[in-house]
């Protein structure tokens, strides 16, 4: 294999599924960057930034490591998905093993290997333990939909307004650790600005091409369930 580097890209929005030249598949989120190093060295990838899903060709000879915000990656044959945003930089595997390291401290407890249906952390520079996670939650963008069960409102809009231009914003900062839930389609700001005003008693105190603030009604929910439309 001659030495190649290739970056691909994905705008807001957009998913993109690329086939490397190894056999390997990347599947990608929204805005998501990942640098393709491919050689008789071995096989790069750099997750610049986003979210993105790796199917692994088997290649005993040459390991497949993923760099991602402080966090390294390796595997030989599996599938597995990697996060790296601000405020968050996580590993889930699908099948196979993986072994994920602390990219600038090698000491053996910073080092984790996982089984699928596992998630490892990178926080303050050092990794989490394995813990289990929903798949399905974790890999509902690979069906154009975003799961917020379990999170905070914050949480929840800074996952939302990853695949919209038009951002969400709840002017109610008492609200922000609000837990709430719901399943909807990747990109439906109306859906989720309709939901979180019926559920928080708010209204939509302004709206343009690049953000929909919601304010205050009446006294809020300090908690929900959102349906999806």
Known sequence: MHPSTELYETQVGQMRQVALADGSVVRMNTGTAVRVRLGWFGR????????????????????????????????????????????????????????????????????QLTAPGEQVRLSGGSLSRPVRVRLDAALAWQRRLVDLSG?????????????????????????????????????????????????????????????????RRSAAVPGGKLIAS
């Open 44 to 111: 790069e990838l750099d997750l610049v930034r986003g979210e993105a899903q790796f199917s692994v060709a088997h290649d005993a000879s040459k390991p497949f490591r993923v760099k991602a915000r402080g966090m390294s990656v390796t595997a030989l044959g599996t599938a597995f998905d990697v996060v790296a945003l601000p405020g968050r930089t996580a590993v889930t595997l699908m099948h196979g093993k993986v072994l994920v390291e602390a990219a600038d401290d090698r000491r053996e407890q910073d080092r």
């Open 151 to 215: 999170l905070t409102l914050f949480d929840a809009l800074a996952e939302v307004n990853r695949y919209s231009a038009t951002k969400i914003v709840v002017a109610e900062p008492e609200l922000q650790h609000a837990q709430i839930s719901g399943v909807f389609r990747a990109g439906d700001v109306d859906a989720v600005s309709a939901a979180l005003s019926t559920y928080f008693d708010l209204q939509v105190l302004r709206r343009d091409a690049s953000q929909v603030v919601l304010g």
